[in-house]
RNA sequence: CGAGCGGGCGGGUCGAUCGCUGGUCAGGUCAAACUGACUGGAGGAAAGUCCGGGCUCCGUAGGACAGGAUGGUCGAUAACGUCGACCGGCCGCGAGGCUAGGGAAAGUGCAGCAGAGAAUAGACCGCCGAACGGUCCGCCAACGGUGGAUGCGUGGUAAGGGUGAAACGGUGCGGUAAGAGCGCACCAGCGACCGAGGUGACUCGGUCGGCUUGGUAAACCCCAUCCGGAGCUAGACCAAACAGAAUGAAGCGGCGGUCCGUCGCGCAAAAGAACAUUCGGGUAGGUCGCAGUGGAGGCGACGAGCAAUCGUCGUGCAAAGAUAAAUGAUCGUCGUCGCGGCAGGGCUCGCCUUACCGCGGCACAGAACCCGGCUUACAAGCCCACUCGCAAU
RNA sequence: UACCCUAUGGUGUAAUUGGCAACACAUCUGAUUUUGGUUCAGACAUUCUAGGUUCAAGUCCUAGUAGGGUAG
């Protein structure tokens, strides 16, 4: 049984891996968010980065955006492959919506690494 | 009851499940990672970054200039551009509100359009006059003189009209050809002096003076007071991989507005060392700073003061500390507000009110070294003082 | 996090010492033309917002809002 915990070892950290992915990654979209993946080690936990502009709003609205991404990343962990890192930032002009958020993460993640 | 004015409080409650993060203890490990238990975990503005400080480094932060800030008085404060009380001015019937409020008699500048004239001002209409010139008429007389008429030119005047944001005091009497501070009286304002009150800004009263000396300094400027600069990306320490290298002169550098002053190294030549600068790297990364017997703390009592605030005493009242950056997600519950429904009650008979049920909402906003202010944002609800109007007693 | 700059018709720019907000393009209306184009005439502004200084503010001062940029 997967544990459900996101603790610092399941995060994406430096600067470099961001724009890495960024630039580098598989990317996947749709309405709400947009996703980048990135194959790591094959038997490495999936890892999460989320990055969110300043236009989206002020420190209140991004940081709830970012705690969306990050629980629906957490309660849905097994649906997601493994061995890869995600990027994640909200869409432009995207409307924040818990279950549109819930619905997009994993479907985004298969979708990315499907291409791969 | 209506309208208003000033100020204060408040910032949802309690749980369940799954998570994040700091600390302590235990387990675990060479050391970590990791696991478990207990415990702490956003605000009144944490925001804007507009001021002031602490703290840190620059050099021991000292002088002058430049530059910047402030600008009624007295007080409060670590300090302030903040706060309190008071004074002056403007607004409001009033409670109250606003007020960068030193100097225009140190100097320079500016004032469009309109208007006659805009700062040692000016004469359009108007008013006045026959001294001068012109014109007309008469007389003597012979190219001149004299008398009268005329406001055409020249002249006097600024009371009145009109322009403007502003027109170089106002009213009355005298005076004059008409007028005018031209003279006088009173009033306003300015200056000097005297007296009274107040710590003071200033207020009140009196005497004298020349008769008036305008506005703008959030225009330059002058005066007074204050400010050294940069900031936690401050700064201290540990420290990879590759790989160490170059330059300097009797001056060079510290020195970040400029100069003085000051400090470090060096000043016969060569070599070395040292010093300084530049590039690679004191970089990537990490630890500390950094989170607390601490902060110009909070609360309570007493005392001083109109107040801001201060003093003394008491009081475990007190535990956020991330670094791609924790403080959350879902559900329930109670609270509250709005709308709708329904039973009861009131009654002016279609409104009010209470219990219950359903639906929807509950703001502004997220610590990043720490404090004191200011400013701005903010849902529902509550409290206090005062003013005006109407009605009743 | 610290610091700096900008804001004027729909768009791009002007406005001297504070003195009637100007120009080009676009859009709309009307005229000319059989119609369209050209041309001509006209319309289109709370100078980002709110206060203040001044007789008078796009300009000066204060506070805010929005946008953009620089450093690490």
Request: charged share 25%.
């Amino acid at each position: 049984m997967a544990s459900y915990g996101f603790s610092k070892a399941v995060r994406v950290k430096r600067g470099a891996e961001f724009t890495f992915a960024l630039r580098r990654g598989q990317c996947a979209a749709d309405g709400v968010l947009v996703l980048f993946a990135v194959p790591s080690q094959p038997d490495a936990p999936a890892r999460l980065g989320i990055t969110i502009p300043k236009k989206t709003g002020n420190a209140v609205v991004r940081n709830r955006w970012k705690r969306l991404i990050r629980e629906s990343f957490r309660t849905q962990i097994e649906q997601i492959p493994i061995g890869h890192d995600y990027i994640i930032r909200p869409k432009k002009n995207a409307t924040l919506n818990w279950i549109a958020v819930q619905k997009s993460v994993p479907k985004l993640a298969c979708k990315a690494t499907k291409n791969t």
